[in-house]
Nanobody
Framework: QVQLVESGGGLVQTGDSLRLSCAAS????????MGWFRQAPGKEREFVAA????????YYADSVKGRFTISRDNAKNTVILQMNSLKPEDTAVYYC?????????????????WGQGTQVTVST
């Protein structure tokens, strides 16, 4: 099993940047396919970005492509979501997720492990 803890959220202005971190427990972190999802008030949880086991495969939602960058450091058991040029519509709780198989990267049910979430608020 793996436990996930997100950090780095906060209140920023439009155009600012934030760096979210997800720290994972356990010695087998490199065996997990990792993703970031978000959920805005009154909306369903949605896929943001994902990274494959070695970091060679990167996947992004169209809404964040070119602005967000996902990366992982298997030596540090960490996944990073660098968010640039933030917009008010990026406001949401951001969740880190892990899959111990090969998921359909956008499919929530394919990720068996979730963090508690970190709030990102982008003001106008």
């Amino acid at each position: 099993q793996v436990q996930l803890v997100e950090s780095g959220g906060g209140l920023v202005q439009t155009g600012d940047s934030l760096r979210l971190s997800c720290a994972a427990s356990g010695r087998t972190f490199s065996r997990y396919f990792m993703g970031w999802f978000r959920q805005a008030p009154g909306k369903e949880r949605e896929f943001v970005a994902a990274v494959s086991w070695s970091g060679g495969g990167l996947y992004y939602a169209d809404s964040v492509k070119g602005r967000f960058t996902i990366s992982r450091d298997n030596a540090k058991n960490t996944v990073i979501l660098q968010m640039n040029s933030l917009k008010p519509e990026d406001t949401a709780v951001y969740y880190c997720a892990a899959s111990n198989g090969m998921p359909v990267v956008t499919r929530i049910r394919d990720y068996g492990y979730w963090g508690q979430g970190t709030q990102v608020t982008v003001s106008t």
